[in-house]
C-alpha cells in the first residue's frame, strides 16, 4: 500500500520556496476605503442621512437654547418670587376688609366683620383665650369707634367694646368709660348698665334698686323710652326674686313697690 507523505518544513522544496523572494507586498496600503472610517467603523450613507442628521442637530439646539432660557426666566421668576410670600384666605380677607374700611370707615357690619375675623385666630379654647381676645376687641373696637363721630354712638361698638374691657380693665377704668357710654342715652345701653351693676352686686340688694331708679329716672319720655322703664321693672323684679325674695313675700312687695314710687 502507497502512502502519501506531506512536505515538512526540512524538505528540499519547502527550503526552496522560502527562500524565494516576496511576490505580495504585506504592508497596510495608504489606500482609503470609499467611506471614511470613525472609530472603527465605515458610516454608510442613508437616503436623507445627512438632512436628518442636520434637524437632529436643529432640534438639540433648540431645545438647548429653550432650556436655557427658561433656566435664566425661572431664575429670575424665582428671584422675584422669593421676595413675595402668598397671602392666606384668611389673610386676603383681612386685607380686604381693612380696604373697604379706608374707602369707608362708617360702615359698621365692616368693622364687625373685622373683629369677628380676628377673633377667628384665637379659639376660645386655647390658653389665656379670654384675656386674648378681649385684648384684640379692645383694639380693633377703638379704632372704630374713634373713626368717626357717628360711630362713637354707636350701641354695637359701644356695647362691645365695654364688654371687652370689662375683662382687663381696671374697675375705676370700667366705670369711667360706662358713664361716657350712657351719655350717648339710648335704652339698650341703660339695660346693659343695669345687667353689669347686678352683676357686680355693688351696695348689695339696695345698691341695685338705687341703680335702676337712676336708670327710670334718665330714660325719655317718648314710647321708647316707656317701653325702657317696663324693662327695668321687669329686671328688678326678677331680680329681687333671683336674690331670694319671692314674689309673694311682703319684703319684695314693699321694695319694689318703694322703688316704683320713687322712680
Known amino acids: 500500500m502507497y502512502l502519501l507523505q506531506l512536505p515538512t518544513l526540512t524538505d528540499p522544496s519547502s527550503r526552496a520556496l522560502l527562500a524565494v523572494a516576496p511576490t505580495r507586498s504585506m504592508i497596510t496600503s495608504d489606500t482609503k476605503y470609499k467611506y471614511e472610517e470613525i472609530d472603527g467603523f465605515l458610516r454608510l450613507p442613508s437616503r436623507g442621512g ?11 439646539l433648540a431645545a438647548r437654547d429653550s432650556d436655557s432660557g427658561s433656566d435664566a426666566s425661572s431664575e429670575g421668576s424665582s428671584d422675584d418670587d422669593s421676595n413675595i410670600t402668598p397671602l392666606t384666605s384668611h389673610q386676603q380677607n383681612l386685607k380686604a376688609l381693612e380696604q373697604q374700611i379706608t374707602s369707608d370707615s362708617s360702615s359698621i357690619p365692616t368693622w364687625l366683620s373685622l373683629l369677628s ?9 386655647s390658653k389665656n383665650a379670654p384675656k386674648a ?93 316707656e317701653m325702657g322703664r317696663l324693662r327695668v321693672i321687669w329686671r328688678i323684679a326678677v331680680a329681687l326674686q333671683n336674690a331670694g325674695l319671692s314674689q309673694a313675700s311682703s319684703t319684695s312687695t314693699i321694695m319694689l313697690s318703694t322703688f316704683i314710687q320713687a322712680s
Open 133 to 225: 381676645r378681649s385684648e384684640i376687641s379692645l383694639s380693633i373696637l377703638s379704632r372704630a369707634l374713634s373713626s368717626r363721630p357717628s360711630n362713637g354712638t354707636n350701641k354695637y361698638l359701644r356695647l362691645k367694646y365695654l364688654k371687652a374691657g370689662e375683662e382687663v380693665w381696671h374697675e375705676s377704668k370700667l366705670r369711667a368709660e360706662w358713664e361716657d357710654a350712657l351719655k350717648v342715652g339710648q335704652v339698650d345701653i341703660w339695660m346693659e348698665w343695669l345687667e353689669w351693676r347686678i352683676r357686680s352686686a355693688v351696695g348689695g340688694i339696695n345698691g341695685v334698686v338705687e341703680d335702676a331708679q337712676r336708670a327710670l329716672r334718665s330714660l325719655s319720655d317718648t314710647e321708647e323710652g
Open 50 to 60: 445627512r438632512q436628518a442628521e442636520q434637524a437632529y442637530r436643529e432640534i438639540t
Open 117 to 125: 375675623r380676628t377673633l377667628s385666630t384665637v379659639p376660645p379654647t
